[in-house]
């Protein structure tokens, strides 16, 4: 498979290790430095594009795959405020895209763990429920796409709480707190806490290195070249939610 990589960072650089173990070519290198005199010619070379880049340049990267029709691995963080733009105009192109906030296998057994935990709790009206991450300090975006996929699922399942809100010291009632620490060089570490008056139950997953997501991406772009559409982990690792 030939591959492009948008975004040549810490996340870019392992992808690039990681895909060439597997046997894959990368065709194309883009940063920022080089992305202005990037040609249209030069990103049509690759069957797949994966982006890791920074929330303010990736919608625009998604669109320049979507015009060339380069299916794109998204896993930038922070833009998904604009989401519904990205889906149109991938429906417009006729796009294929894969988006994951986390491609770590792991970290998507534990979204699994979260949306059946919250399924249970929700019975349980003495404990209240908190989302907490920590990254390294480089780290643009806060809380991070990970911590807002957990609290997206747990606000599924729990109609008390309205909203979710990053907690800094003041979190009103009906809020879903979910805490963002900034620390050295932490890959990345999630955690959901439930705590009522006599004790408390905890999910957490840690990160030893960005390889695990650098692996679940290069395996994502394996399952999207040839194909149009948008995609999830949940195309990729079939883990069936039960009651
Ligand atoms: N979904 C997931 O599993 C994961 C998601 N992430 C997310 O991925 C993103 C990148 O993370 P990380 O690699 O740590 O960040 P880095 O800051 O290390 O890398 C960002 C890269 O983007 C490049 N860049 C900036 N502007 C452009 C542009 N217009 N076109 C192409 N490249 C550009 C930078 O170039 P230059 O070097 O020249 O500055 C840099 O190489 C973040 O949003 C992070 O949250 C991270 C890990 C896992
Ligand atoms: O920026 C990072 O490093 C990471 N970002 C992703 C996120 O925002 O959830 C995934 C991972 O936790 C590392």
């Not at 046997?23 to 990037?38: F, M, Q, S, Y």
């Not at 905890?202 to 994502?220: E, K, L, P, T, W």
Request: net charge negative; proline share 2%.
């Amino acid at each position: 498979m030939k591959i492009a990589l948008l975004g040549y960072g810490k996340m870019g650089k392992a992808i690039e290790r990681l895909a060439r173990a597997r046997g894959h070519e990368v065709v194309l290198i883009v940063d920022e430095n080089n992305r202005a005199t990037c040609t249209d010619d030069q990103l049509k070379q690759a069957d797949v594009a994966i982006e890791f880049t920074t929330p303010v340049v990736a919608v625009d990267n998604y669109n320049w795959c979507f015009r060339n029709h380069v299916p794109v691995v998204s896993g930038t963080t922070g833009w998904l405020e604009r989401w519904d733009e990205v889906m149109m105009s991938r429906e417009q192109l006729g796009g294929g895209f894969f988006y994951a906030s986390n491609y770590s296998i792991g970290v998507n057994i534990f979204f699994h763990l979260n949306r059946w935990l919250a399924r249970t709790m929700a019975r349980f009206a003495d404990y209240k429920v908190s989302v907490e991450e920590t990254h390294h300090i480089h780290k643009l975006d806060a809380p991070s796409g990970t911590a807002l996929t957990l609290a997206k699922d747990i606000l599924k399942e729990h109609p008390e709480y309205t909203s979710w809100v990053l907690d800094e010291g003041k979190v009103e009632a009906g809020e879903l707190p979910v805490k963002a620490k900034r620390e050295g060089e932490v890959p990345g570490i999630h955690s959901v806490t439930y705590k009522s008056g006599v004790d408390e139950i905890q999910i957490y997953h840690s990160a030893y290195s960005r390889d695990g997501f650098a692996q679940g991406a290069v395996m994502a772009a394996e399952f999207l070249m040839g194909k149009k559409g948008m995609f999830g982990m949940e195309d990729l690792i079939k883990i069936k939610d039960e009651n």
